[in-house]
């Protein structure tokens, strides 16, 4: 019998066509098992993340899922909430399963808010565990998630349950303040390092929340206040040459954040409509909106002839974008416009228009697609060029968020790199956990593909 019968229960779980299937009835279901479908390589990533997560649901629900430790447990089951992510907002996918008598049929998950009945079912069990514990003197967790839950899965669960809730922000801020007295309190360099860079993340996190809620004044004013912090300490202490690096990059990247945000805010209080949503929304004839397809692209084509030198001459700045304007012009890494330009050329601007697409390399003046030399780079590092952007649409809240998530990935998992998948090695000697923290970094390096969905808006 399980040990966590609540939380082990097909009430917990949303249900997917896939969790009947034969083949699934037919295997031994276990953590190894779990593995070999991980590794198994598949032509649609999209079936390969429905299989995980039906096997979870059989695995957790087996004999083999009772006797597993909460912290084996709650790996797993992070794994099949990332797959539910990734596999969400996508084409329906065609699904020949042998309980539905081998007919076809289209399967796919609108938007988060199916995982979200699956969260709201699990988290309250999370609770009462360790509530449990608490009242038997055995929890040692400092909030209502029992110790087994890492940092990742709580943010996980929290932002799948709340989206860009403002009540979600508390509990960030509540994190911060956690981190801040830690930092105070040690001494050891490379745990400092680590809770600076969850400070960073967190302070990308709280941006996006009021991003995507189009909360640009208060966005803008937070975001300055960690610029003028850094500046400040940087100015008061004799950093050395790594920290100095390190933090001219997050300083570049919050400032290319500000610039934006302060532009969104203006254009707010314009009340600046977007082309593309007027067309969307309207019953124009096919030849009105050709007409207006095309005067559209030659107002980006004149917009990027715009030569480099309006990113240094104010004069031909708008005098209400004289502060964003400043602070454009202070940005001194190249590294936010590798990030601008990486998610403009893979992420649309508008979530769920049909009319809106990610743009191509020559739209925004590149040569290649990875705009990785700073000559390409620096396609982008036109003030004008990038109010032009968001005026049009093109630069919009869903790119500042998928920006700032790029920003947390790499803090966390490193720069993306183009490489073959590696396999889960499961090497004779290693333990469960061993093979499940393995499994679920693989899973997690999926977010470079997915990273409009990492706060769980959509």
Known sequence: MSRYPTLLNSSTFISLPSDDDEDFLMEELSVKGLVNVINNKIDNQLNKYLKICSYIRGLLLSVEGAKLSLKEILKIWEIRLLCLL???????????????????????????????????????????????????????????????????????????????????????????????????QIDDDNEKIEINKSMENLSFSISSILIARQEYLTANNFIISIIFEIESSNNNNNNNNDNAIIGLKYISNLMLLSSIVSIMKINKEKQVQSPKILQSTSSFSKQDQDQDKDQEAQAQAQAFELTDKT????????????????????????????????????????????????????????????????????????????????????????????ICAEFELANDYGEEEEEEEEEVDQITGQNIDQLLEKSLLKIQKNWWSNDSKYYGFE
């Open 86 to 184: 990734f596999f969400s907002n996508n084409e329906p996918i065609e699904l020949n399963l042998k309980n539905l008598k081998n007919e076809i049929i289209l399967f796919k998950i609108d938007n988060v808010s199916i995982l979200r009945k699956e969260v709201q079912l699990l988290i309250p069990e999370l609770y009462k565990i360790n509530k449990l514990r608490k009242q038997h003197g055995n929890s040692v967790s400092t909030d209502q998630f029992p110790s087994e839950v890492s940092i990742s899965f709580k943010f996980l669960l929290l932002r799948l349950r709340y989206g860009p809730n403002i009540s979600f922000i508390n509990e960030y801020y509540n994190q911060l303040w956690i981190l801040r007295s830690r930092y105070i």
């Open 311 to 402: 990113s240094s001459d104010s004069s031909t700045v708008p005098t209400h974008y004289s502060k964003a304007f400043k602070l454009f012009t202070s940005i001194k890494d190249t590294y936010p416009f590798i990030k601008l330009i990486k998610v403009l050329t893979k992420t649309s601007a508008i979530y769920n228009d049909p009319s809106s697409f990610p743009l191509k390399p020559e739209e925004i003046g590149l040569t290649c697609e990875k705009g990785s030399s700073p000559e390409q780079v620096y396609t982008l590092n036109n003030f004008l060029k990038i109010l032009t952007m968001v005026d049009d649409f093109l630069i919009t809240g869903r790119i500042l968020c998928s």
